[in-house]
T-cell receptor, first 114, second 114 residues
Framework: NAGVTQTPKFRVLKTGQSMTLLCAQDMNHEYMYWYRQDPGMGLRLIHYSVGEGTTAKGEVPDGYNVSRLKKQNFLLGLESAAPSQTSVYFC?????????????FGPGTRLTVT | SQQGEEDPQALSIQEGENATMNCSYKTSINNLQWYRQNSGRGLVHLILIRSNEREKHSGRLRVTLDTSKKSSSLLITASRAADTASYFCATVTTTQGGSEKLVFGKGTKLTVNP
């Protein structure tokens, strides 16, 4: 049981390049989330999904797109990377529809945009 | 926007001492969760306290919730060097649309010196 995994772990992009971050979970969770973490800012929600084929915007969605074609995978895309998107990105998942369920986090992807 | 704000931002103590971290929030909540993040890792759920609960224990952790003051505290007793990490509170609230969202604070960085 690997839990939540993220690919890649590190990436350096040049301004204007595109990339996709992959999140995979093997816990059959319905809900999946993408956050970014910046120094002194805590975690901010980018996009989330409440089930296969559905996505919704979070607090800071601009410049990002997501897809949830399979229940176990949640992809985060950057179409045209900007230096402001330099951050550590975390994926999380949880089960159920109730708020009492904890979120399980992946190890993070450290992205630098030059 | 941050819902929960931790205090202090940083805390340094000696092994064996107790560590107390506080979290204040602004609006009514459904529940409040505490997470831990080791350096370079993802967040790990520690404990959840519901809005109708006042205190909860889990091992060396004790969480209190005062909804009248909109605040929570996390106490780690008999701290160990391995407790060195950042600790985040996260509040779960119901949005105007009826969905629930989890919002993280900026965290308290705890250092436990051997």
């Amino acid at each position: 049981n690997a839990g939540v995994t993220q690919t890649p772990k590190f990436r350096v992009l040049k301004t204007g390049q595109s990339m996709t971050l992959l999140c995979a979970q093997d816990m059959n969770h319905e809900y999946m989330y993408w956050y970014r973490q910046d120094p002194g800012m805590g975690l901010r929600l980018i996009h989330y999904s409440v089930g296969e084929g559905t996505t919704a915007k979070g607090e800071v969605p601009d410049g990002y797109n997501v897809s949830r074609l399979k229940k176990q995978n949640f992809l985060l895309g950057l179409e045209s990377a900007a230096p402001s998107q330099t951050s550590v990105y975390f994926c999380a998942s949880r089960t159920g529809s109730g708020s009492q369920y904890e979120q399980y986090f992946g190890p993070g992807t450290r992205l630098t945009v030059t | 926007s941050q819902q929960g704000e931790e205090d202090p931002q940083a805390l340094s103590i000696q092994e064996g001492e107790n560590a107390t971290m506080n979290c204040s929030y602004k609006t009514s909540i459904n529940n409040l969760q505490w997470y831990r993040q080791n350096s370079g890792r993802g967040l790990v759920h520690l404990i959840l306290i519901r809005s109708n609960e006042r205190e909860k224990h889990s091992g060396r952790l004790r969480v209190t919730l005062d909804t009248s003051k909109k605040s929570s505290s996390l106490l780690i007793t008999a701290s160990r060097a391995a407790d060195t990490a950042s600790y985040f509170c996260a509040t779960v609230t119901t949005t105007q649309g009826g969905s629930e969202k989890l919002v993280f604070g900026k965290g308290t960085k705890l250092t436990v010196n051997p």
